[in-house]
């Protein structure tokens, strides 16, 4: 078994509201601020004593930033995950690592995003890593680029398009439910699902995730420590990064996962890390830039076949309290709001401690994915005390 399971453990979650793109009343590095406070808050630790911060892609608000307004005493770890929405988990790594090595005591991990004081998140993407032959075809947008996966997934693989109205269905089900969710309010039924605009074929509006304004941040500590904080830890199971052979800057050469989400190594990493599978799990966090990739992020995590997607995903599996496998629970990146994902951590940590608006019953194993189709991934399976 390795070490790294249950080594360290999430105390403390933050998070802002979330506001449409480019509306967000303060700046980036002030909604980061809020995230983190709020989440030393929740863990019950005086925020000055935060000595590691860890991010991804293309965050603006490091810790140099931050330092002054937070009172940090002092630095002692940072790092920042190279790749982007693939990077969400990969940050739970890095911070175990960290606090594993003795290199940080508390490690603040966190994103925010605010559109009116940097720029469109499918624009920075599109300038760090979309490659030459996607931008000089026209394809300068993720929903384009993975559309082509989508229209493999369905044409080749023959997954039918209830499965992905049923992961909106899902979405927007669980948000319905959730106060804070920026979707609250959106009504969703076959109609106004089939009769929104095309985004970019076969993709149409509610297919696509949100872009928001907000920041989100969880605490990771050392298991240890973990037990003598406020709030119930989730432990960190497992949490891997990379690309299989034929993945990084070589798009579309995965073989044969280019309709998945690249993700089936790291799935079975994580698996043999945790020592837990597929059935195993109670509750999943799906990242979902567009739903087809979610799906295809599932079926490399082995919840169901390829050929098995439309039988499976149905809005009844999907969600809470007692579908076969609950999604997005918060709402997801589709429902609740987008700032890169990372609001599915936070959530992920929610259902370990029964505290989810669409609570999962007992709820022990809880994972999230990372962005699907990046140019690399992660993957993260937390789990309650009872799972060590």
């Given at each position: ?128 890593d979309t490659s030459s032959q996607y931008l ?156 087809s990739m979610g799906i295809g992020a599932m ?90």
């Amino acid at each position: 078994m390795s070490k790294f399971r249950g080594a360290a453990a999430i105390a403390g979650i933050g998070q802002t509201p979330y506001y449409k793109r480019a509306t967000s009343p303060e700046p980036e590095v002030k909604l980061a601020l809020r995230a983190i406070t709020a989440a030393a808050d929740d863990a019950g630790i005086d925020v000055r004593d935060i000595n590691g911060f860890v991010s991804y892609a293309s965050e603006r608000s490091d810790p140099a930033k931050l330092m002054p307004a937070l009172g940090t005493r002092e630095v002692k770890f940072a790092s920042l995950v190279w790749f982007h929405g693939g990077g969400l988990p990969a940050t739970l790594n890095i911070a175990t690592a960290a606090i594993m090595a003795g290199q940080a005591d508390i490690v603040a991990v966190y994103r925010s995003m605010a559109e009116s004081s940097s720029q469109r998140l499918r624009v920075i993407v599109a300038q760090n890593d979309t490659s030459s032959q996607y931008l000089v075809n026209g394809l300068d947008s993720p929903a384009q680029i993975l559309a082509l996966r989508a229209q493999r997934m369905m044409e080749y693989h023959g997954v039918p398009q209830s499965a992905l109205y049923a992961t909106v269905q899902a979405s927007y089900y669980h948000a319905k439910n959730n106060p804070k969710a920026y979707g609250r309010n959106t009504e969703m039924n076959a109609d106004i699902y089939n009769n929104a605009r095309m985004i970019s074929e076969p993709y149409r509006l509610f297919d696509c995730s949100r872009e928001n304004d907000a920041a989100g941040c969880v605490l990771v500590v050392s298991a240890e420590r973990a037990k003598d904080l406020k709030q119930k830890p989730a432990y960190i199971l497992s949490a891997p990064m990379g690309t299989m052979e034929g993945g990084g800057a070589l798009e579309e050469n995965w073989r044969p996962y280019y309709a998945t989400a690249g993700q089936k190594e790291l799935a079975d990493r994580m698996w043999r890390e945790s020592g837990y599978g597929p059935k195993d799990v109670d509750v999943a966090q799906i990242y979902m830039n567009m739903n087809s990739m979610g799906i295809g992020a599932m079926v490399d995590h082995g919840f169901f076949a390829m050929e098995e997607a439309g039988a499976f995903c149905t809005v009844d599996n999907l969600i809470a309290p007692s579908g076969k496998l609950p999604i997005n629970t918060s709402g997801g990146d589709l429902g609740e709001g987008f700032i890169h994902g990372f609001g599915l951590v936070p959530e992920a940590v929610r259902q370990i401690r029964g505290t989810s608006t669409n609570q999962v019953p007992g709820a022990k194993l809880s994972l999230v994915t990372g962005g699907p189709g990046d140019l690399m991934s992660s993957t993260a399976l937390l789990g309650s005390a009872e799972t060590l």
